[in-house]
């Protein structure tokens, strides 16, 4: 590969690493479409994204003063 390449590449890849607030890793945003005033704390005092994430929960530092770090609806699946 070229270097141009590389290094494109490689700036791709830190953008993609740094962008994580609101992003939810193995989860679905459905999933994570909680109503602030019905969030459940998942988290502790400065928890990063990726320990968030790490611990299954959503995170999302967008809402001020409720849970950034909180826990996913339940997909209910129907079964007949």
Same mark, same amino acid.
């Given at each position: 590969?070229?270097?141009?390449?590389?290094?494109?590449?490689?700036?791709?890849?830190?953008?993609?690493? %740094?962008?994580?607030?609101?992003?939810?890793?193995?989860?679905?945003?459905?999933?994570?479409?909680?109503?602030?005033?019905?969030?459940?704390?998942?988290?502790?005092?400065?928890?990063?994204?990726?320990?968030?994430?790490?611990?299954?929960?959503?995170?999302? %530092?967008?809402?001020?003063?409720?849970?950034?770090?909180?826990?996913?609806?339940?997909?209910?699946?129907?079964?007949?």
């Amino acid at each position: 590969m070229e270097p141009r390449v590389l290094w494109l590449l490689a700036v791709v890849l830190a953008l993609g690493f %740094s962008s994580s607030a609101g992003q939810f890793v193995g989860l679905s945003a459905s999933q994570c479409a909680v109503p602030a005033k019905d969030r459940v704390d998942c988290g502790y005092p400065k928890v990063t994204p990726e320990q968030c994430n790490n611990r299954g929960c959503c995170f999302d %530092s967008s809402i001020p003063r409720v849970p950034w770090c909180f826990k996913p609806l339940q997909e209910t699946e129907c079964k007949f």
